[in-house]
């Protein structure tokens, strides 16, 4: 774990550049399956989306990656449906 946090360490600015840059590429003002399908092969370990207001208030459900699109829970998978659908 130390090799990562140095390796880390001396290339963060690379990495947030990679990363801002990346997601400059994309419109992350609506969520929908395209993006979060897109958003997981571009970043493989990234573990959870939701989106948040303004304010950076979560007001989506998460969606993990215990598999592509997976929500974390049934109660989850409901609630991103019903949220995919309405913000379509």
């Known amino acids: 774990m130390q090799d990562l946090v140095r390796s880390y360490a001396a290339n963060a600015d690379l990495i947030q550049k990679f990363i801002l840059s990346t997601l400059g590429n994309v419109s992350l ?4 399956v395209q993006l979060i399908e897109r958003l997981y092969k571009t970043f493989p370990s990234l ?3 939701y989106m948040s207001d303004e304010g950076f208030v979560q007001n989506s459900p998460n969606i993990c990656t215990i598999t592509l699109l997976r929500p974390c829970s049934l ?3 409901i ?3 019903a949220w995919l659908k309405i913000s379509s």
């Open 29 to 32: 003002k609506t969520l929908n």
């Open 47 to 49: 573990e959870l989306l």
């Open 75 to 77: 109660a989850s998978y």
């Open 79 to 81: 609630a991103l449906s």
